[in-house]
């Protein structure tokens, strides 16, 4: 695949593994669950923007960048992940954060300190305002910068889950779905593509977490198209033909409820895997309430793509002690 060419670093552990969900299937009266462990990549904690950093940062040294500049939430895994990059490759980094500075620096936040990053809260303002206004910033004061966007998710970096489709289809484990938490766009966008350029029929069914869904299938259409362009292969896609759902938002983003709670325990206890509670636990609530509610079929073979973020569980103590196992 054309993805091959794109210039690239090495930092993530690949291919990550593909493990069967034996015990939740069974608990679930089927269909067939298996998990694509992208929590595994093994930068700082690992997720799946180690993935599209491969590209990213030998865009940025390409450029001669001697500070890589992203934004997200106080929580971003995005976020430490571009920090730990950074680290890695001896840049500088300066992370653009929404909200005001914290009491306590817990989870990813915690995380991003030990790394050593700058951060510039955004406080009430506009965080792509912020974002722009820290790169000009960074770059009158001659710190060469470069631009990472809100999770990683331009066309060069969302290209790395075309590669990614690439390596787990040659893995030669053959499903009907994958299932992933869906936020940003780029890492559904990439999958795609790769699985549009391999010829695989497999179905691809992101679980929203934040955004609604209409919105969300435009954007990953046409990221998805963007990055046909850049692999010379153009696609046409339409919003229609991506698969969003948004039934399982709660109470927004990042505000955990029951379904992330009790997912998060089904997962620990039956499989001894860790879900985080802002995207997995979210898009693995999604995937087993369609199936208990008959939205996926019994007779389907579906992966879970695992991507990441395990990190915050540390910064939500509430829900470590109501998922505490209380004795009579």
């Not at 690992?46 to 960048?65: C, M, P, S």
């Not at 989870?107 to 050593?116: E, F, Q, S, T």
């Not at 305002?129 to 970096?157: E, H, K, M, W």
Request: charged content about 20%.
């Amino acid at each position: 695949m054309e993805t091959l060419s794109l210039p690239r670093v090495n930092i993530a552990h690949l291919p990550t593994p593909v493990e069967p969900l034996t015990r939740l299937s069974a608990a679930l009266g089927g269909p067939t669950l298996w998990i694509k462990r992208d929590d595994e990549t093994g930068l700082a904690f690992g997720g799946n923007k180690t993935r599209k950093l491969e590209f990213l940062v030998a865009d940025a040294q390409a450029h001669g960048a001697r500070t890589l500049i992203t934004r997200g939430a106080a929580q971003s895994n995005h976020c430490r992940q571009t920090a730990a990059a950074a680290a890695r490759f001896g840049l500088d980094c300066i992370l653009v954060l929404t909200g005001s500075p914290q009491k306590k620096y817990t989870g990813n936040l915690l995380l991003d300190r030990l790394l050593n990053v700058d951060i510039v809260w955004t406080e009430d303002a506009d965080p792509e305002v912020v974002l722009q206004q820290t790169f000009d910033s960074a770059r009158s004061d001659d710190r060469c910068p470069y631009l990472i966007p809100y999770g990683g998710s331009n066309p060069l970096g969302a290209c790395a889950y075309a590669a990614a489709m690439q390596e787990y289809l040659a893995q030669d484990i053959p499903v009907d779905r994958i299932v992933l938490a869906s936020s940003s766009g780029g890492t559904q966008a990439g999958l795609i593509v790769g699985a549009r350029l391999m010829h695989s029929p497999v179905l691809i069914t992101g679980i929203s977490v934040d955004p609604k869904a209409a919105p969300l299938k435009k954007k990953i259409a046409e990221l998805a198209m963007q990055i046909g362009e850049l692999l010379g292969k153009p696609l046409h896609i339409e919003a229609e033909d991506v698969d969003v759902r948004d039934d399982y938002l709660g109470e927004g983003y990042g505000i955990v409820g029951e379904l992330e709670r009790q997912t998060m325990m089904t997962f620990a206890r039956t499989e001894g895997i860790l879900l985080d509670p802002v995207y997995t636990g979210r898009a693995a609530g999604g995937m087993i309430d369609l199936i208990r509610s008959g939205g996926f079929s019994s007779d389907e073979t579906i992966l879970f793509w695992h991507t990441g973020g395990t990190p915050a569980i540390f910064a939500y103590e509430d829900l470590l002690d109501e998922t505490r196992p209380t004795t009579s």
